[in-house]
C-alpha cells in the first residue's frame, strides 16, 4: 500500500507531515513518488493566508477527480485549515474519508489505522536529511489581530525536555547535522523552569550535532540571556528571524504586537553589537487595515535603516475568527501589489550589497544538496552558497571562497582542506 502526503504552510506543517511520513512507514506503507500512484493521500493544511486556502481547494478538487476513477482511494485532510473549516471541508468534498484539525493529529494513528493495511516490509523511520525539524513548542498566547494560528494551534504547550533531546538524537543518529528548533514563537518556551536559553544549552551538547537554529522569535521577548548564548556557543547558526511586521506604531498598536518600533530597533542594535557578524531577516505585511502612505513610508524607511538579510513580505488578506476580521479592508489590491513591490525591490538591493561584504570571505559551510556537478550550501548565516564538485559533498562541511553575490544566494570556489 503507498501513500503520498502533501504539505502546504510552514516548517511547523513539514515537521508534523514528516511525523505522519514515519508513522506510515512503520506500519509498512511505501511512500508514493506521485499522488497518483498512492493509494492513501493525506492533505496537510494551512489557514494563516488566503493563498494557502486556494491551493488547498485547488488540490482538493484535482484528488475529487482521482477518486472518481478509483474509488478504492483513501483520502484525508489533516491542520490548520481543517480545525477551523473542518465541516465545510466534509460538506464541500464528500468524498474524504477524515478529516483531522491541527489540535487532533495526537488522534491520527487510531483514525487511519481503520483504512490502511498493514503488513508489508516494516521501516522504522525515513531517511534524515541533513538537517531536521523538532517542533519544541505547540499553539500561540499572542493574540497578534491578523493571526488564525492561537485560534487553531490553541494555548502554548511547550514539550519536555528529554523528548527534544530524544527526538534531536534520533535525528542526528539518522543522518542530519543540524536542526532546527520550531515554535510559533520560541522565545516563551518554558518547561519545568527550563527558558528557551536553557534548552539551547542542553540541544547543544549532543554529541554528532553541528549547527542548531530556530525559529520564529518574538521582539516582545528576546532576553539579553539568549542573546548572550547565541554570541557564544559554537553550534547556533549566527542567524535570527525576527519578525518586525510594520514599522508604523499606529500599525503595530492596531495588529497588537505589544512593541513600538523604537523597541524593535533598540533590539536588532543590541544583538548586533553583541554578535557582529549576525544575519537577521525579518517578515512584514503590507496593507494592514487602516495602512496609509505614510506608514508605509515608515517601514520602507526602517527596512533601509536596519538593513535586512532578505524579507519575507505578504499582502495582508482577512482571516475568519480573528478581531482583524472585523475591521475593513481599506487598502486597496492595486496598493499592496505596489506597496509589495516596492519594498520587494529596495530589500533585495540591500540583501546583495550586504552580501557584497563577503567577497573573497572564506566561509565554512555545510552541504545539504547535490545536483549537475553544484554543491548547495549554507554558512552559519543561512544564506544559501553555491559551488561547482566533482563530487557529491552533501552531509559534509567545507570550506568556500566567495567569489560572486546575489540579492539571495552567493556563489564561490571550494577551498582545498
Do not use: W
Not at 483513501?74 to 471541508?89: E, H, R
Not at 464541500?92 to 483504512?115: H, I, N, P, T, Y
Not at 494560528?149 to 519536555?160: A, D
Amino acid at each position: 500500500m503507498k501513500f503520498f502526503v502533501e504539505t502546504i504552510g510552514c516548517q511547523m506543517n513539514v515537521n508534523d507531515s514528516d511525523k505522519i511520513t514515519d508513522y506510515l512507514l512503520s506500519e509498512g506503507l511505501e511512500y508514493a513518488d506521485d499522488v497518483l500512484q498512492a493509494d492513501l493521500v493525506i492533505l496537510n493544511t494551512c489557514s494563516v493566508r488566503f493563498s494557502a486556502e486556494h491551493k488547498a481547494y485547488s488540490f482538493l478538487g484535482r484528488l475529487s477527480e482521482q477518486k472518481d476513477k478509483n474509488p478504492r482511494l483513501i483520502a484525508g485532510v489533516v491542520g490548520c485549515m481543517a480545525q477551523y473549516a473542518g465541516k465545510s471541508i466534509k460538506n464541500r468534498f464528500k468524498f474524504l474519508d477524515f478529516v483531522l484539525g491541527a489540535k487532533e493529529l495526537d488522534k491520527f494513528a487510531g483514525v487511519v489505522s481503520k483504512f490502511i493495511e498493514t503488513g508489508g516490509v516494516r521501516k522504522a523511520t525515513r531517511k534524515s536529511g541533513v538537517f531536521e525539524y523538532v517542533t519544541i513548542m505547540r499553539g500561540c498566547e499572542n493574540f497578534c489581530s491578523y493571526c488564525i494560528v492561537p485560534y487553531v494551534r490553541g494555548p502554548e504547550q511547550s514539550v519536555s525536555v528529554d523528548e527534544i533531546l530524544a527526538e534531536t538524537e534520533k535525528c542526528v543518529k539518522r543522518g542530519a547535522k543540524e536542526i532546527i528548533l520550531l515554535g510559533q514563537n520560541v522565545n516563551s518556551y518554558n518547561y519545568k523552569n527550563i527558558d528557551f536559553t536553557g534548552l539551547l544549552k542542553e540541544v547543544s551538547l549532543i554529541n554528532g550535532l553541528e549547527r542548531i537554529r530556530f525559529m520564529t522569535n518574538h521582539p516582545k521577548d528576546f532576553p539579553d540571556e539568549l542573546i548572550d548564548e547565541i554570541a557564544a556557543n559554537d553550534k547556533i547558526c549566527k542567524y535570527i528571524h525576527l519578525p518586525m511586521q510594520s514599522a508604523s506604531d499606529y500599525v503595530l498598536n492596531r495588529m497588537n504586537r505589544k512593541y513600538t518600533y523604537g523597541k524593535y530597533k533598540l533590539l536588532v542594535e543590541k544583538i548586533r553589537n553583541k554578535i557582529p557578524r549576525i544575519n537577521i531577516t525579518s517578515d512584514i505585511i503590507i496593507g494592514f487595515p487602516g495602512e496609509t502612505d505614510d506608514d508605509f513610508k515608515e517601514t520602507l524607511r526602517a527596512a533601509e535603516d536596519l538593513k535586512f538579510g532578505g524579507l519575507f513580505i505578504f499582502k495582508y488578506s482577512p482571516r475568519p475568527n480573528t478581531s482583524a476580521y472585523k475591521l475593513k479592508d481599506d487598502v486597496s489590491t492595486a496598493v499592496k501589489k505596489e506597496r509589495h513591490s516596492v519594498l520587494l525591490e529596495r530589500s533585495n538591493e540591500i540583501s546583495k550589497e550586504l552580501n557584497g561584504y563577503y567577497i573573497n570571505s572564506e566561509e565554512k559551510v555545510l552541504v545539504d544538496a547535490y545536483a549537475n556537478g553544484i554543491c548547495e550550501s549554507r554558512n552559519s548565516q543561512n544564506i544559501k552558497i553555491f559551488f561547482n564538485s566533482a563530487k557529491d559533498l552533501t552531509g559534509k562541511t567545507v570550506t568556500v571562497k566567495i567569489t560572486k553575490v546575489f540579492a539571495n544566494s552567493m556563489s564561490g570556489d571550494m577551498r582545498e582542506n
